[in-house]
């Protein structure tokens, strides 16, 4: 397996402008990832150019190892859909150029509830068909274009693992796959907590299924995966909600041989917790090949 983090990871970095795309790839390179991962909103925001990325990424040795972008299908009408499906379609043609060869969808926010729609006849089958019809149409351009197409386990129409497989299934192409993300089990937990100086939260979390059930059912369509990093333990050999050397023993059994990507939830400094989570992740890995 190998290691990267998400631009998501340095959000703090970049909201204080101590970070732009560019200090992100020289951070990844320093830590010692084997890619990188673009979101599409730091993407959107950093006049940097896809070339230039490419240009800095291979220079560095980096992979492109994904572009990530968010998506909403719970919405109003079909005209928003057709938005939605064109928004798709412009970042395959993107990451084709930056040369990723997976781009990481979802269906919606945790916030994104039919509650918040101004269309009151919306239900949650309306917008399971909404995401299966999408996905089939846009991943005939994936194919053409060599790009696998990894959908997140991220609520709402894809809240548990089941409903996850369900779409992966109605879509029923080898080029549409599954990101398993480790902490979407939880619905009690919201990036901006403070866990630091709230310990309690973690304490009073609880999963809405079982997380290693639902990881191991997922594994078969995985081409990729979303670490959660909450917050370490005391040892930093863990973190406080997620058993690793459990995830990526499972991951191994399955024979994953791709990318793990640090999602850093934590409040502390990222160029601080992101080095220590990775050298976690590490110690894990060579747990798993007998190596020291």
Request: net charge negative.
């Amino acid at each position: 397996m190998k290691l990267t983090a998400a631009t998501f990871a340095f959000n703090r970095a970049f909201e204080a402008k101590q970070m732009d795309i560019g200090g992100y790839i020289e951070a990844c390179a320093k830590i010692g990832f084997d890619g990188i991962e673009l979101n599409d909103g730091y993407l959107l925001k950093d006049p940097i150019s896809p070339a230039e990325i490419k240009r800095r990424a291979t220079t560095l040795g980096l992979d492109i190892a994904a572009v990530a972008i968010e998506s909403v299908f719970v919405r109003n009408s079909d005209e928003e859909i057709a938005r939605e499906k064109q928004n798709i379609l412009d970042w395959l043609e993107k990451a084709y150029f930056l040369g990723s060869p997976i781009l990481r969808v979802n269906t919606g926010q945790m916030v994104n509830t039919l509650e918040t729609l101004t269309n009151r006849t919306v239900t949650w089958e309306q917008v399971r068909r909404w995401v299966v019809e999408t996905y089939r149409n846009v991943v005939r351009r994936a194919e053409r274009l060599g790009i696998v197409i990894a959908m997140e386990n991220h609520y709402g129409a894809t809240r548990t693992a089941d409903d996850t497989l369900e779409v992966v299934r109605a879509v029923d192409s080898p080029w549409f796959k599954v990101n398993i993300d480790t902490g979407n089990f939880y619905e009690d937990i919201r990036y901006g907590d403070d866990f630091v100086q709230h310990p309690e939260i973690l304490d009073r979390a609880r999963p809405f299924e079982d997380i290693y059930a639902g990881i191991d059912k997922l594994c078969p369509e995985m081409v990729y995966c979303h670490a959660k990093i909450y917050r370490l333990d005391e040892a930093e050999q863990d973190d406080r909600l997620l058993d690793y050397s459990r995830i990526v023993e499972t991951f191994h059994r399955h024979g994953y041989r791709g990318y793990v990507s640090i999602e850093n939830f934590s409040q502390e400094d990222p160029l601080q917790i992101v080095p220590r989570a990775t050298a976690m992740l590490k110690r894990k890995l060579r747990a798993l090949s007998g190596t020291p």
